[in-house]
């Protein structure tokens, strides 16, 4: 017996995330039958709009190798052919339109029509890892797969420079052209945080850059205790405009006897190498793990781990967002 779908929208620019509401579509039904919204209805919701003939032509190009029957019509609400056509089975909803695919089905069964399923497709992210959107593309912000047509924006917290290069050099990596601007952040852990506070400490820092940018970074290191050593570890939280975290870390090395046992008794690391060893204060050179490594491993090289560890979902979004 043959599934009837249907799907709809605007397609005011078919880009990636109209395709993959129309290749769910052709993947569920064995016939597809799609509404796009008509000049009149469309002018009411967009401030810009591409002409009908514009929309319907993108469209029947993209699915016209289906393989599958399909008819388009052009609709002049989001309700339309669903209450009229019962041979309809499954509706294919995007998150912005589940909400008034669910109402539809529950309007069908009242009027004694067949149950309407709706399938629910999640978002398709742009690389800042907020939706793609027609909008987006057509104000030049991202193009039709989700490429950013401009910088992408990062807010750290933290003004310290080996901070703000690791960002840098780890967001250029991934997305080219990046804007990093430093972001004066209190926080509400210690200078020198334990356990559990390093990460609280990382996520209040991001939290207090993200602002207007795309990304808000924040950069935290503190102390773990491991099998009676004590280890510094750096956290890293990126946060995005979704208010969705991303945490990861860099490699935990551990301290010397004699640092662990100046580190229990409440000083600082900074202070500790400073007295002991004659390094700089601050955490601004090549840090605690350049001097025990002679080099081998820098303090920005240290952080850049954490950074790329915060951002492996947002590399790979498509195995980690699900929405």
């Not at 009242?110 to 793609?132: F, H, N, S, W």
């Not at 104000?139 to 750290?156: Q, S």
Request: aromatic content about 6%; some cysteine.
């Amino acid at each position: 017996m043959n599934m009837k779908v249907g799907v709809g929208g605007t397609f005011n620019v078919l880009h990636r995330g109209h395709r993959a509401l129309l290749d769910k579509a052709f993947e569920v039904g064995d016939e597809v039958v799609i509404g796009i919204t008509s000049d009149a209805f469309t002018s009411k919701n967009k401030a810009k709009q591409v002409p009908l003939p514009e929309r319907m032509r993108a469209l029947e190009e993209y699915i016209s190798g289906k393989g599958k029957p399909f008819t388009i019509n052009v609709i002049e609400s989001s309700q339309a052919r669903l209450l009229n056509d019962d041979s309809i089975e499954a509706l294919i909803a995007s998150p912005e339109t589940y909400i008034e695919a669910e109402r539809l089905a529950k309007l069908r069964l009242e009027k004694g029509m067949r149950p309407l399923q709706v399938v629910r497709i999640g978002y398709i992210l742009a690389d800042d890892c907020t939706p793609i959107s027609a909008s987006r593309v057509l104000a030049g912000e991202i193009d039709g797969e989700g490429k950013m047509l401009r910088p992408i924006r990062v807010g750290v917290g933290s003004d310290n420079p080996v901070k703000l290069g690791a960002v840098r050099n780890v967001m250029t990596r991934i997305y080219g052209e990046v804007e990093v601007s430093p972001v004066k952040v209190r926080t509400s852990v210690p200078a020198e945080p334990w356990e559990e506070e390093v990460e609280k400490g990382a996520l209040e820092r991001a939290r207090g850059s993200l602002g207007q940018f795309d990304f808000g970074v924040g950069i935290e290191a503190g102390i773990f205790e491991h099998n009676g050593g004590l280890y510094d570890v750096q956290f890293c939280a990126v946060l995005d405009q979704m208010n969705r975290f991303t945490i990861g870390h860099g490699l935990g090395f551990r301290y010397p006897p004699n640092v662990e046992d100046r580190l229990r008794t409440g000083k600082s690391v900074g202070r500790i190498f400073h007295e002991l060893y004659g390094q700089e204060r601050g955490g601004r050179g090549e840090g605690a793990i350049g001097f025990l490594t002679h080099g081998m491993l820098k303090r920005g090289e240290l952080t850049e781990q954490s950074v790329i560890a915060a951002m492996v979902p947002r590399i790979r979004k498509e195995l980690y967002f699900e929405l």
